[in-house]
């Protein structure tokens, strides 16, 4: 494991430096090897090295027939070093098609039995040196799943999986690496652009390195730089990034390898206005301030977000229950500790309340749909936790029609005077606090 690790941070580093002191960048060719019986055509083939090439990281060599070797699993690396040989290859991505998997099930829908059938695509792919070193492996499967009878173009099933593990094949097996002077300023400048295939939005881990022994305390300084940072603009040989966790100490020397991109999980606690209009019978009409808990997920990157979760309220006698989509912007204040998110989408609540009446033997029920518009303060204090708090309006989302089932079972809309609250609306506005934690 260690040799792997090895060969592949030699690999990432030496694109790097090839891109950016010449044009050559490392050959890289795609093999297929036929232990299955599914051999892929040259379609298939060069949708993986379509994506390694559009990297901007490998140069591919078309192989023509040479790509399909009908080899044997011992005679396998001899035949990889000599196409390296052969064609003066670095790298090799050696595709194994697994054949189609079908799988049927049957379920019940509307009250019928309905036989379902699953389809399987599986590519393994293994990565080699020119001197048939392992590299890394990966494997990426693409089902589809339909009623019988049930057909689909499995050639486009593999042309499919072989692009998706190229993508991944990018991120785990051949990060972009580089090493350079950390500065301590919000944006600032790395030493790589779009000529090594870098583009905007990556997110890079960074780490301090030490060169030598330090000599005295203030060089163990330097050595506390780390964090996560992302690319704002790209350029030819260049590029300007900031931080979106952690911190750089001026003058010292840092790694960044790419990484995937980061995602936050958070949980509120705020107050919603909300218009009351009160049941047949009972107290005036008149407002209320509804307690929320809200739960979920979003991305974490600077610029365009997106962010769901679900939430949960209640008054007395009522609650509800619902889900929620936003997306917008995440904007630097002062990165990476503050940032501002503003952001729009809508919300879908389930309400219930108690009934009043004995001739009702359920809760009332209502469905609603709002349009929601929030604003968000972060502060992230460590580097995973943080603060945050916003304002959010919210337009429409009234329930004024309430479902009940009686004690004859028939299903039917409330009367005035079996329920507590005749229409109950949310809105115009939402108070919220809580905590949010980057998961990288």
Same mark, same amino acid.
């Given at each position: 494991?260690?040799?792997?690790?090895?060969?592949?941070?030699?690999?990432?580093?030496?694109?790097?430096?090839?891109?950016?002191?010449?044009?050559?960048?490392?050959?890289?060719?795609?093999?297929?090897?036929?232990?299955?019986?599914?051999?892929?055509?040259?379609?298939?083939?060069?949708?993986?090295?379509?994506?390694?090439?559009?990297?901007?990281?490998?140069?591919?060599?078309?192989?023509?027939?040479?790509?399909?070797?009908?080899?044997?699993?011992?005679?396998?690396?001899?035949?990889?070093?000599?196409?390296?040989?052969?064609?003066?290859?670095?790298?090799?991505?050696?595709?194994?098609?697994?054949?189609?998997?079908?799988?049927?099930?049957?379920?019940?829908?509307?009250?019928?039995?309905?036989?379902?059938?699953?389809?399987?695509?599986?590519?393994?792919?293994?990565?080699?040196?020119?001197?048939?070193?392992?590299?890394?492996?990966?494997?990426?499967?693409?089902?589809?799943?339909?009623?019988?009878?049930?057909?689909?173009?499995?050639?486009?099933?593999?042309?499919?999986?072989?692009?998706?593990?190229?993508?991944?094949?990018?991120?785990?097996?051949?990060?972009?690496?580089?090493?350079?002077?950390?500065?301590?300023?919000?944006?600032?400048?790395?030493?790589?652009?779009?000529?090594?295939?870098?583009?905007?939005?990556?997110?890079?881990?960074?780490?301090?390195?030490?060169?030598?022994?330090?000599?005295?305390?203030?060089?163990?300084?330097?050595?506390?730089?780390?964090?996560?940072?992302?690319?704002?603009?790209?350029?030819?040989?260049?590029?300007?990034?900031?931080?979106?966790?952690?911190?750089?100490?001026?003058?010292?020397?840092?790694?960044?390898?790419?990484?995937?991109?980061?995602?936050?999980?958070?949980?509120?606690?705020?107050?919603?206005?909300?218009?009351?209009?009160?049941?047949?019978?009972?107290?005036?009409?008149?407002?209320?301030?509804?307690?929320?808990?809200?739960?979920?997920?979003?991305?974490?990157?600077?610029?365009?977000?997106?962010?769901?979760?679900?939430?949960?309220?209640?008054?007395?006698?009522?609650?509800?229950?619902?889900?929620?989509?936003?997306?917008?912007?995440?904007?630097?204040?002062?990165?990476?500790?503050? !940032?501002?998110?503003? #952001? +729009?989408?809508? @919300?879908?609540?389930? $309400?219930?309340?108690?009934?009043?009446? *004995?001739?009702? =033997?359920?809760?009332?029920?209502?469905?609603?749909?709002?349009?929601?518009?929030?604003?968000?303060?972060?502060?992230?204090?460590?580097?995973?936790?943080?603060?945050?708090?916003?304002?959010?309006?919210?337009?429409?989302?009234?329930?004024?029609?309430?479902?009940?089932?009686?004690?004859? !079972?028939?299903?039917? #809309? +409330?009367?005035? @005077?079996?329920?507590? $609250?005749?229409?109950?609306?949310?809105? *115009?506005?939402? =108070?919220?606090?809580?905590?949010?934690?980057?998961?990288?």
């Amino acid at each position: 494991m260690y040799r792997t690790f090895v060969l592949s941070i030699i690999l990432a580093t030496s694109m790097a430096v090839s891109a950016a002191f010449s044009s050559d960048l490392p050959k890289l060719a795609v093999v297929s090897i036929d232990f299955d019986g599914f051999v892929p055509d040259g379609d298939i083939m060069k949708a993986a090295g379509d994506k390694m090439e559009e990297s901007g990281r490998f140069d591919v060599v078309e192989l023509g027939e040479d790509a399909f070797l009908l080899t044997s699993p011992a005679l396998l690396l001899d035949s990889l070093k000599n196409l390296a040989s052969r064609y003066d290859l670095d790298v090799v991505m050696a595709l194994e098609f697994l054949d189609p998997d079908t799988t049927e099930r049957t379920v019940s829908i509307d009250d019928s039995l309905v036989t379902m059938v699953k389809i399987d695509v599986e590519v393994l792919g293994r990565f080699y040196s020119s001197s048939g070193h392992l590299i890394g492996t990966l494997d990426h499967v693409v089902e589809r799943e339909g009623r019988s009878p049930f057909s689909i173009d499995v050639h486009e099933m593999a042309r499919r999986a072989a692009g998706m593990l190229a993508d991944r094949a990018l991120m785990e097996i051949f990060p972009l690496q580089l090493t350079f002077t950390a500065s301590d300023r919000r944006v600032f400048t790395i030493p790589i652009g779009a000529t090594v295939g870098l583009e905007k939005g990556t997110v890079m881990t960074v780490m301090a390195v030490a060169r030598d022994i330090p000599d005295d305390p203030s060089e163990y300084e330097t050595l506390k730089s780390r964090g996560l940072m992302q690319v704002m603009r790209v350029s030819g040989g260049t590029a300007r990034a900031r931080l979106i966790s952690g911190y750089l100490v001026n003058g010292g020397t840092v790694v960044a390898v790419e990484h995937s991109a980061p995602a936050t999980l958070y949980m509120e606690y705020g107050g919603m206005w909300t218009s009351l209009e009160m049941g047949e019978g009972l107290e005036s009409d008149g407002e209320a301030l509804m307690g929320c808990l809200r739960v979920g997920v979003g991305t974490a990157k600077w610029g365009p977000a997106l962010r769901g979760g679900i939430r949960a309220g209640g008054l007395e006698h009522s609650s509800m229950v619902g889900v929620e989509l936003l997306g917008g912007l995440r904007i630097p204040l002062r990165s990476p500790e503050l !940032g501002l998110r503003l #952001e +729009a989408g809508g @919300d879908l609540l389930f $309400h219930m309340q108690a009934v009043r009446s *004995p001739e009702v =033997v359920s809760d009332a029920s209502a469905v609603t749909v709002a349009a929601v518009a929030d604003v968000i303060l972060e502060y992230l204090f460590s580097h995973h936790l943080g603060l945050q708090s916003g304002v959010a309006g919210i337009f429409g989302g009234r329930a004024s029609s309430w479902t009940v089932q009686d004690a004859t !079972g028939q299903i039917r #809309e +409330a009367l005035p @005077d079996e329920i507590y $609250h005749t229409s109950i609306g949310h809105g *115009p506005l939402e =108070v919220h606090a809580g905590l949010f934690y980057l998961i990288f």
